[in-house]
């Protein structure tokens, strides 16, 4: 994961999307990626190209986090909601704020307060979950709340009205979520929240953030359904399968099974609430760049997962990558969209990946929507290594980044020197294009783990269904 930027928070708004937010409830930016379908797309046409050059700033906003006290300053990578007349906005180290869109006044402001000079493995968090309980009264307590999770690994609720947490929400308004998954014990924040949840029929679902490159036995990556108005926990899923009964079984050693940890979905989850199902991106099993200790396939890591959000069990399941040494993660919000395919409407799925390759899926049974070819690749890895032959490549569309190899001749540099020490770097490295294994003489991975398609995801205009 990567920061994208220092933790000074600017907000420049524009009169006239507000007011046509404002005027049309459907318009609003009510979760990360602008609903749980995660489209980051709106349909707002006030702002075009024509018109764009003109806006003016209207007011600004500073959360005045600087990353004071902090062991390493937090990332700015918050996606602000717009619900309820009112915009939410979380810093990297969770604070919440909420504003008025019109003039950028604070309402309210909630601090979690976490250990601040505490090392965590990430460093930012990405935004808040609004959830309206549609059984509370008008004018309840907590009626409409606001969800973040920390770093220090709470998932808290708050009142959207004023920013006090809801007492009646597991310990005075929080629930840790480092309980019982490896955890304990450790003086840092191995096991951390980064990516907002989803709610459907008042449960509250939630992934983690892991330090993936730590250890093999590192923290469990568990997804969890939490009820809305309680924090009771209703279910959680673990990535790793831990049972021969499960259907992923057959794609690990089961003794290296019963130790690894990791492949938790840390990117923010999408849900589609007809089907009752929440979609989950997993990452890589632990440890990132060294599979030795963990043969096989490594089912439900490095896959597009359907959950039932009532249960936690699973619907279906494709895994993108096989056996990842790349740190591959599925690091992008799964994208639900309506896609015209051989002249039907289809309830689709899109995944994006560091590969920068976009499945796509029916996203009721998981069927592909176009052809995934396994195909071969680069094998050849450090001694103890046992790669995936093949991997899954889709038919269509086509890569948005260059799989082909890197050269020494390929090295540029502001100046000479820079090019010929690129150059000299270079030279003698493995190069074979994508999925080429980390080797002992060193390794140019291409595209590297930072994407292809990371965090930002993709986005889609509903206009153009056609495939």
């Not at 749980?36 to 024509?50: F, K, N, P, R, W």
């Not at 704020?97 to 309402?107: H, K, Q, R, S, V």
């Not at 896959?303 to 990842?324: K, N, Y």
């Not at 070819?373 to 001694?383: A, C, D, L, S």
Request: include cysteine; proline fraction near 6%.
């Amino acid at each position: 994961m990567i920061a994208m930027g220092r933790l000074i928070m600017i907000i420049i708004a524009a009169a006239m999307l507000i007011d046509a937010a404002r005027a049309d409830d459907a318009a609003q930016w009510v979760h990360y990626g602008g609903s749980q379908h995660g489209e980051q797309y709106s349909a707002l046409a006030q702002i075009t190209v024509d018109n764009v050059a003109n806006l003016k700033e209207v007011w600004r906003y500073r959360t005045g986090e600087l990353g004071q006290d902090a062991r390493e300053p937090f990332a700015l990578q918050t996606n602000p909601i717009l619900a309820g007349g009112r915009l939410y906005v979380s810093t990297g180290s969770a604070i919440v704020i909420a504003l008025d869109p019109a003039d950028g006044t604070e309402i309210w402001r909630h601090d979690p307060e976490i250990e601040r000079d505490k090392f965590y493995a990430e460093i930012a968090n990405r935004g808040v979950t609004s959830w309206v309980d549609p059984d509370a009264d008008a004018n309840a307590e907590c009626r409409h709340r606001i969800f973040v999770g920390t770093l220090d690994a709470r998932l808290i609720a708050l009142d959207a009205t004023n920013g006090r947490p809801c007492s009646h929400f597991g310990n005075s308004g929080e629930i840790y979520l480092d309980q019982t998954v490896r955890a304990e014990g450790k003086d840092w924040g191995n096991y951390t929240v980064t990516s907002p949840p989803v709610v459907l029929d008042g449960i509250v679902v939630i992934g983690s953030a892991i330090g993936d490159n730590q250890e093999v036995e590192s923290e469990l990556g568990i997804v969890r359904g939490v009820d809305a108005r309680s924090g009771k926990e209703r279910w959680r899923w673990d990535p790793i399968p831990r049972a021969m009964s499960d259907p992923a079984w057959s794609g690990w050693n089961s003794e290296e099974a019963a130790k690894n940890g990791s492949a938790n979905a840390w990117a923010p989850l999408a849900a589609d609430s007809e089907l009752g199902l929440v979609y989950a991106a997993t990452g890589s099993a632990s440890p990132d760049f060294y599979g030795g200790e963990r043969k096989g396939d490594n089912l439900y890591a490095n896959s597009l997962v359907a959950l039932h959000a009532a249960t936690g069990e699973i619907a279906w399941f494709r895994q993108l990558i096989h056996h990842d040494v790349w740190d591959y993660d599925l690091a992008s919000q799964p994208t639900l969209v309506d896609l015209e395919h051989d002249g039907k409407i289809i309830p689709a799925v899109l995944q994006g990946t560091k590969t920068g390759l976009i499945f796509s899926f029916d996203r009721r049974s998981g069927r592909p929507i176009f052809d995934i070819e396994e195909r071969p690749v680069p094998r050849g890895g450090v001694p103890g290594e046992h790669l995936s032959p093949t991997q899954p490549f889709p038919v269509a569309p086509p890569p948005v980044v260059s799989h082909a190899p890197v050269s020494a001749d390929d090295a540029w540099g502001m100046v000479y020197f820079d090019t010929r020490h690129c150059r000299n770097k270079m030279t003698g490295m493995r190069s074979e294009g994508i999925f080429t294994p980390p080797s002992v003489e060193g390794t140019i991975v291409r595209p590297g783990f930072v994407g292809g398609i990371n965090w930002g995801g993709i986005a889609f205009h509903a206009g153009e269904t056609g495939a």
